[in-house]
DNA sequence: ATCCTGGAGATTGTCAGACAATCTGTCAAT
DNA sequence: ATTGACAGATTGTCTGACAATCTCCAGGAT
């Protein structure tokens, strides 16, 4: 093979550390308003504190922390506002994957969307949610690389790793779920046909869906504040039990 | 005033730093292909390594600058393919908020563009470059803020930042400027007559040429690596003579 | 009893210095 | 002319330190 790909992945510490924080972000296991102590992350990661706060600054650029001066980072808490700003990109952005997917996708690339359709189907029906996430991260992933156009790319899945807690959230419900699998095969379908046009259409309205049941969870307007807010005094006693039990005395 | 400001600007160095070297980068004192070396950026901002590095990393994550590892940093260089991918994504941003704009202007937002536009115009006439790229960023900061939807406010600045150097310098052109100046007005009069998708196309339009005349500017396919790697080696050994000396003095 | 005021502890922001790993260019040897 | 080795420059990373700031709690004043 001419174009082999012989290089040896070559990165650093701080990248690394990069990668493990947001894959970490990703599954949920630090939740909005969750304050990320510089010292902890150093001891889970395993590295030191300049390392840390490096990949800290990259994850702030991206969006996926917000780091608050003399204060520190934290998991940012998305208002309704912002959440619908997303959605409304993405919809633009996914549209244009959509449509020029379908003028460029391969038989190879429409074959492999239909097996990971084929796939979320099985998890919708088996209320399998991990594999609901990565079947429907396969298929947007293998539509975006047939797109050809890697900043549409990168910009999604930057918006997406941005809601992720969202989509989680409104995926779980299972009416949600089945909705989402008919709209992705409506989708494919203009796509198998190279109809352009009724794809951007199929994926802006897939997502406008996919906002819709968003914002039945997070309560149409700004109140989320609230709802993320209150839990978070008592999730504070609880974490701070994890963080220092030398002083959980009281 | 009940709703004034009166935080104090509460920020931190290395924000500060991200804030210069974004600022130089924009301002065209590096230019694409430019290796950026901690050291002497340290000496030129006054601060310490660690800032300047968490001030790169927050560049990077914003495509201001790219990293290689156990290279370090540089100005990147734009392929055509690169340069393309953005004006199209910025077409699809900026025409819709100039529909947004269209809905939710007010009176004194349009007053306002109108004011830059014709400050815009003066700055053609007289090709006082310097006037021309603050009134063209006043015209679309003053549609973005008027149009309400904050991350394609902040999608389209960064877009921007990256295609800094090509708008430069197709700018440049008298002619290119004298119809970008039509154009901007094509927009302006969809906006005030409230013709919302009149004033997505003018914007999509107005891009799209922005885009040709780019795509003059960098030779249509992807040589401009050869365009701007050859003077690279020469510009290497005048820098390091005007780099070091900095190092010597202090 | 409630509110204000210190202070203690925790956390972040910043710096200096050090050292290994890696890259780059030069120069000699074949 | 190509190869190989060496020196200098630069980055990647860690350690340790200290000031600035925030947060929370206790104690005192009203």
């Known amino acids: 093979?001419?174009?082999?790909?012989?290089?040896?992945?070559?990165?650093?510490?701080?990248?690394?550390?990069?990668?493990?924080?947001?894959?970490?972000?990703?599954?949920g296991v630090?939740?909005?308003?969750?304050?990320?102590?510089?010292?902890?992350?150093?001891?889970?990661?395993?590295?030191s504190r300049p390392s840390v706060r490096e990949a800290l600054r990259s994850l702030e650029a991206e969006g996926l922390v917000t780091i608050i001066p003399n204060r520190g980072p934290q998991i940012p808490v998305l208002t309704w506002t912002q959440a619908a700003e997303i959605y409304r990109v993405r919809e633009m952005l996914e549209g244009e994957a959509a449509t020029l997917c379908a003028k460029h996708a391969t038989q190879a690339d429409i074959e492999q969307m239909r097996v990971a359709l084929d796939l979320f189907g099985k998890a919708v029906r088996g209320a399998d949610s991990a594999l609901r996430l990565s079947a429907t991260a396969d298929f947007y992933g293998i539509m975006q690389k047939a797109a050809g156009n890697s900043l549409i790319d990168e910009l999604l899945r930057r918006l997406m790793a941005r809601i992720n807690f969202l989509r989680a959230q409104s995926m779980s419900r299972r009416d949600r779920a089945q909705s989402s699998l008919?709209?992705?095969r409506v989708i494919l379908e203009a796509i198998e046909r190279g109809d352009s046009e009724g794809a951007r259409r199929a994926a802006a309205l897939h997502v406008k869906a996919a906002a819709n049941a968003a914002r039945a969870v997070l309560g149409g307007e700004d109140v989320m504040q609230e709802k993320l807010r209150g839990p978070e005094k008592k999730a504070r006693a609880a974490s701070s039990k994890k963080n220092r039990p030398a002083r959980a005395s009281r």
Chains 1, 2 share one sequence.
């Open 1 to 27: 093979m001419r174009g082999m790909d012989l290089r040896v992945a070559i990165t650093s510490v701080q990248r690394q550390a990069a990668e493990k924080l947001r894959a970490a972000i990703l599954a």
């Open 30 to 47: 630090f939740r909005p308003g969750d304050r990320l102590v510089e010292a902890d992350l150093c001891a889970k990661l395993g590295v």
């Open 182 to 184: 008919r709209e992705m």
